[in-house]
């Protein structure tokens, strides 16, 4: 292309146009009040996981560092969250859970979400026999039901972080690959597909210029609904003892509590911080995700005439 | 005469419906359209015109028949259909739904030219087309999104897209049938202004008889996927001889001169097409006795009548062949 | 327009104003708009998409949505409708003035058999007329013209010309004296288009029904009514007798609107397709002086300053433009 007076360069104004329109879908979201509620509490726990080395040191998860604190130690006489039955600062594990129950809540949803996606599309786009086998294997996954599926599969393949991600990445993309091929279902039947077909376009260019574009919004939408799920599941997970030994997460933490006798002990310090944390983050993605399926999808804002 | 820009040889369109029956949607399709000319194809909804044109385009494979471009036959694998959509293009009835809302008006001209790698002189190329669809000054519209335009203005771009490639034949369905009635001239104008200025051919698809008196050369009129007449506008219009396109013609408001001749029931169905003449059911001729009184009667119950050569032409028992003798 | 003999005006609007709430303050859609109907007659009301045309009939029965204000009155039979009580309302909507929306699809109840449907409308707005339901229901599906038994049947078993008809029954169950028909035929095809105008001539006859038709199509107008209102931009433009108003525009509009319907076989239209530079205004951003000002092939230095109001032009006629002006 001819380089052009700047100003009138109009794929320099269309990239100005995008970021304007990205401008615009952000002070949508900031109209959003549940949705912000959530975002700032989400930002607080995200906060939180990145810097832990810095709220709390690492050392404190191993009960050899900790022999000379007491068990069972209040808050008010430990602070801020007191201590477990092995003297363990709960604060301390806490911190370091939000990172390993964060990390695999995403890991586990780009997972999820790259499956399903490529599954919807796959079978959406192209229909037919593919859109067939797709489909039924997609209905399979969705109708076995989850926590014997994990459990065996987490039995097999090993108590690990990547194991965990894998289980969970691998049980939850069926509702996401149904989602997007119903979307591209419909996408797929817009006069511009077909007005883009006639020009001769070829079918990467159409997924790449109409389908994905098109979609982009529901699959944020979704993925940012998805993330909670795969948090409680990686709870549910390791506090039914198939999580990582190694490493402290929430889940984890509940475990303990129960294995401990945290109830008996009316240690409230140890399990109510893990359950208001999984509450919380859980809450906020489900806000968010909400709030961005409003201003993303077209559909309900209407702007697609 | 010189060999046809298009040919349709016996192209027959099928489709499956959900509960099994197979729908003849285009059923038996002879035509050829000449260079520079624009040919209207009419017929009320259901006829099964909308498919024939994504057929010409290659929206739609025919399950037999060909289409023919410059006496070649239209390739159906990558190479032979991409080179064969530059020289043929569509516009579609909804200026709306065929651009893509996160498209810019420039993305949307620009779009054939990437997919056919004629990056060259993009943007002069964009913008003459958008001048030629008469949106001036161009440059003014590069940037818009469709949700900025107006319907007119919206099927402007869309013709400006289609008419980048420099196409040979341009197939227009129901082109102006969404807009309101003081922006459809402005566009039929510009489809005519086009035809002069570039050669291009039209093929436009229409259920309004007053744009064909407005803008075609020649009509087809296609009735349960076949064409039941064709001829020059001025024969067709003037003296229709298909009683079907007899009665169309009648109930058009603006031709005051004729008594309405409203046939009874709907559309027919594209999954039982009638043995006989496809029409005799709703036949007026059939059904006044007339069929009978010229004796025909039986052979429009069990004969598909066909259309015969020549310029003006009628798929009808009761039309003279061309020697004149009554058939 | 005054009605040729003194008769009381069924309807009655007088200086009607309808406006939106928008983010950037209200939305003008009707802007002063009178006019009146006699018992019997039929007025046709023209006007482009935006116009304001389906916001009038909407204030006429009071069906707008929430935050439209509407001012002015409309008369029927006297009284009028914006200031009724809920109740009186509810008896004047079925047995005063009944209304028939396009897009019969969705205005019929999918999972409930026609003659429930119709049952329920007649069983809620009793009148003094004596027999069963069942037996009422047959009469005015006959009087539709569709068979009796047909109200075992549900929507989706009809096509859409019969459904069009089933509207128009429901619409009759409580021999209301006005309908008001907005945009009864658009989505129909031609053929089906014809029977339902054909049915709404014959009712309108035989029942002695006043007709308010609204449509965009100013030829249809002219064919099945006797008076025309031209609306733009939220106002009439210009009024008078359908077929005078048609054949002799006084209103540039009106001269535009009617140049867009081809007379086929007129050789004036023939290649000649004629429309209106430009798009409807944007009722946000309404130009000065006269509205169709920039549109306007005629407009004169003093159209951007002076909004001329509707003024005699003529036997029984009206225009609001500067030309019949008395000089």
Redesign the interface.
């Known amino acids: 292309?001819?380089v052009?007076a700047a100003p009138?360069d109009?794929?320099r104004?269309?990239w100005t146009?995008r970021r304007r329109a990205l401008a615009s879908a952000w002070s949508d979201l900031r109209k959003d009040k549940a949705g912000m509620a959530g975002l700032i509490i989400l930002t607080l726990f995200i906060l939180m996981a990145v810097f832990a080395p810095l709220l709390a040191d690492k050392d404190g998860l191993r009960a050899i560092n900790s022999l000379d604190n007491d068990p069972w130690l209040p808050p008010s006489e430990f602070p801020p969250m007191g201590t477990d039955a092995l003297g363990r600062s709960v604060w301390t594990q806490f911190v370091w859970g939000s990172r390993i129950s964060l990390l695999v809540g995403f890991a586990a949803t780009i997972l999820a979400i790259v499956i399903g996606t490529v599954v919807g599309v796959a079978a959406g786009f192209y229909g037919g026999r593919l859109e067939g086998v797709l489909m039924r294997l997609t209905e399979w996954f969705l109708v076995i039901p989850f926590l014997p599926l994990a459990i065996a599969l987490a039995a097999v393949l090993g108590p690990s972080l990547r194991n965990i991600i894998l289980v969970i990445g691998i049980t939850s993309w069926p509702s996401t690959a149904r989602l997007i091929r119903a979307q591209v279902l419909t996408v797929k039947q817009?006069?511009?597909v077909?007005?883009?077909?006639?020009?001769?376009?070829?079918d990467g260019?159409l997924m790449a210029?109409?389908i994905l574009?098109?979609i982009a919004g529901l699959v944020l939408a979704n993925t940012t609904l998805t993330v909670p799920v795969a948090i409680l599941s990686e709870t549910t997970l390791a506090f039914l003892g198939l999580g990582d030994p190694t490493n402290a997460s929430w889940g984890k933490m509940l475990e303990e509590a129960f294995q401990q006798g945290a109830l008996t002990e009316q240690a409230w310090w140890y399990y109510i911080p893990p359950g208001v944390g999984i509450l919380l983050v859980v809450l906020a993605f489900t806000l968010v995700g909400h709030a961005l399926e409003e201003v993303l999808d077209?559909r309900l804002r209407g702007?697609?005439? | 005469m010189s060999a046809p820009l298009l040919e349709l040889r016996d192209l027959h369109v099928q489709f499956r419906n959900r509960n099994g029956s197979i729908a003849r949607a285009v059923d038996g399709v002879d035509l050829q359209l000449a260079e520079g000319e624009v040919l209207a194809l009419v017929g009320?909804?259901?006829c099964g015109k909308t498919t024939l044109a994504?057929t010409i385009?290659?929206?739609e494979r025919p399950v037999s028949g060909e289409v023919r471009h410059r006496d070649a036959p239209l390739r159906y694998d990558?190479k032979g259909?991409?080179a064969y959509?530059?020289q043929v293009?569509?516009v579609?009835q909804?200026p709306?739904?065929?651009?893509?809302?996160?498209?810019?008006v420039?993305?949307a001209v620009a779009?054939?030219l990437r997919?056919?790698g004629l990056?060259e002189?993009?943007?002069?190329r964009?913008a003459g087309a958008l001048a030629r669809s008469g949106l001036r000054p161009p440059?003014r519209f590069?940037?818009r999104?469709?949700?900025e335009l107006?319907?007119?203005?919206r099927q402007r771009v869309?013709i400006a897209?289609?008419m980048v490639?420099e196409p040979s034949l341009l197939v227009a369905d129901e082109p102006v049938s969404s807009l309101?009635?003081?922006?459809?001239?402005?566009?039929?104008?510009l489809m005519?202004r086009l035809v002069q200025e570039t050669g291009v051919t039209i093929l436009v698809v229409t259920?309004d008889?007053?744009?064909a008196?407005?803008?075609a050369d020649r009509i087809a009129v296609m009735y349960l996927g076949r064409i039941v007449e064709q001829g020059t506008?001025e024969q067709v219009?003037?003296a229709p001889q298909h009683p079907y396109t007899r009665?169309?013609?009648s109930?058009?408001?603006?031709?005051?001169?004729m008594d309405?001749q409203?046939?009874v029931g709907?559309?027919p169905d594209p999954t039982r097409i009638p043995p006989g003449c496809r029409f005799h059911l709703r036949c007026p001729l059939y059904a006044s006795g007339e069929a009978e009184r010229l004796g025909i009667a039986d052979r429009c119950q069990g004969e598909d009548p066909t259309l015969p050569a020549g310029e003006h032409v009628a798929a009808c028992h009761a039309v003279p062949d061309r020697e004149g003798a009554p058939a | 327009m005054s009605a040729p003999v003194a008769t009381e005006p069924l309807l009655s609007v007088r200086d009607l104003h309808v406006s939106y709430p928008t983010d950037a303050g209200r939305l003008p859609a009707v802007r002063g708009v009178s006019l009146d109907l006699a018992p019997g007659d039929t007025l046709g009301l023209a006007g482009?998409?935006g116009c304001g045309k389906s916001s009038l009939a909407g204030a006429l029965l009071r069906l707008l949505p929430r935050g439209a204000r509407v001012s002015g009155e409309v008369l029927l039979e006297g009284e009028d409708v914006l200031t009724m009580k809920p109740g009186r309302l509810r008896a004047v909507r079925w047995s005063g003035m009944a209304i028939v929306f396009q897009g019969a699809l969705h205005s019929l109840n999918p999972v409930q058999r026609i003659g429930g449907q119709i049952g329920e409308a007649i069983e809620l707005h009793p009148s003094d007329r004596k027999g069963k339901t069942s037996t009422r229901v047959g009469e005015l599906l006959e009087l539709v013209g569709l068979p009796a038994r047909r109200a075992r049947d549900y929507p989706h078993q009809l096509?859409?010309?019969q459904r069009q008809r089933v509207l128009i029954a429901l619409a009759l169950a409580c021999d209301p004296k006005l309908l008001v028909a907005d945009e009864p035929t658009t989505a129909l095809?031609?053929?089906?288009?014809?029977?339902i105008l054909?049915l709404l001539d014959d009712l309108q006859e035989r029942l002695g029904l006043a007709t308010l038709f609204i449509t965009?199509?100013?030829?249809?107008l002219?064919?099945a009514c006797r008076q025309l209102a031209v609306m733009y931009a939220g106002r009439i433009v210009e009024e008078g007798p359908s077929e005078e108003v048609f054949a002799h525009p006084k209103h540039p509009?009106t001269r535009?609107?009617a140049?867009?319907?081809?007379?086929?076989?007129d050789p004036a239209?023939?290649?000649?397709?004629?429309?209106?530079?430009g798009?409807?205004p944007d009722p946000r951003e309404l130009p000065t002086g006269c509205t169709f000002h920039p549109?306007c092939p005629v407009a004169r230095d003093a159209c951007t300053s002076l909004d001329v109001e509707l003024w005699p032009a003529g036997d029984r006629r009206r225009a609001a433009c500067i030309e019949v002006l008395p000089a």
């Open positions: 292309m001819s052009a009138t109009p794929r104004i269309a146009r817009r006069l511009y077909d007005r883009s077909r006639a020009l001769g376009a070829s260019h210029r109409h574009p098109n077209p702007i697609e005439e | 009320e909804s259901g994504r385009v290659g929206l990558r259909s991409k959509r530059r293009q569509m579609f909804d709306s739904g065929s651009l893509n809302p996160r498209q810019t420039y993305e779009e054939g997919i056919h990056g002189g993009e943007e002069e964009v440059e590069f940037t999104y469709p949700y107006s319907g007119g203005q869309v897209g289609a490639l309101d009635a003081s922006v459809r001239g402005e566009i039929l104008a005519q259920h008889l007053g744009l008196w407005n803008i506008t219009l003037g009665a169309l013609l109930v058009v408001p603006e031709s005051h001169n309405p409203i046939l709907e559309a | 482009e998409s096509s859409g010309g095809d031609v053929m089906v288009q014809a029977q054909r965009h199509d100013l030829s249809t002219v064919a509009y535009a609107l140049a867009a319907f081809p007379v086929i076989g239209f023939r290649r000649n397709p004629s429309g209106l530079a798009d409807p549109r």
